[in-house]
């Protein structure tokens, strides 16, 4: 899952809205969590982080818009999961949410043992070189795939208690 995090960096690196230079000016760490955070984030607020000039105004921004501490309140292990792209059963939504961004597709599901029941379906493409990147609807690699699979994420409670594989998308 190691190249599925360098793909989504790449990914939105190339997608980074005309600010691709400044993406790159960041350090690791703040590489780390502003990928992890920007799915919480508009497209102003997203503009006016990668503006500021140094790490601690764009910290303190994080700080005072209360995302720093969704992710920094996980243990460093964790967080590495996040930014690997490693999602497991267990996680919360948001985990998800940090770690492979918004969904292809949400429905609410009903019938399940909980109040309140999604499912969450992601796609991924397989490049020749074998980078697993979450796939979107603009995405610009698709044609060069090799692979391509679907993974639903069952979330009940806003966890994750299931997660299946599919090796075709519906």
Known sequence: MRTLALALLTG????GCGLNGKIKK???AERDHYYALRVFMG????KAYLKLKTEGERNALLQDLDLWDRFYRYDEYIREKIVAGE?????TEA?????????YDRRRLTGRPAA???LFVYRFEVAPDGVVRVWSPSSKTAYKAV???????YVDDERITEMIRKEDWE
Not at 43 to 46: H, I, L, M, S, V
Not at 87 to 91: A, I, K, L, R
Not at 147 to 153: H, K, L, N, S, V
């Open 26 to 28: 960041l350090s690791d």
């Open 87 to 91: 999602v497991q059963e267990g996680w």
């Open 12 to 15: 939105a690196l190339l997608a």
């Open 43 to 46: 497209e102003d607020t997203n």
């Open 95 to 103: 985990q998800m949410f940090m770690s492979w961004g918004e969904p």
């Open 147 to 153: 692979d391509f699979y679907q993974i639903e994420a």
């Open 116 to 118: 309140r029941s999604e």
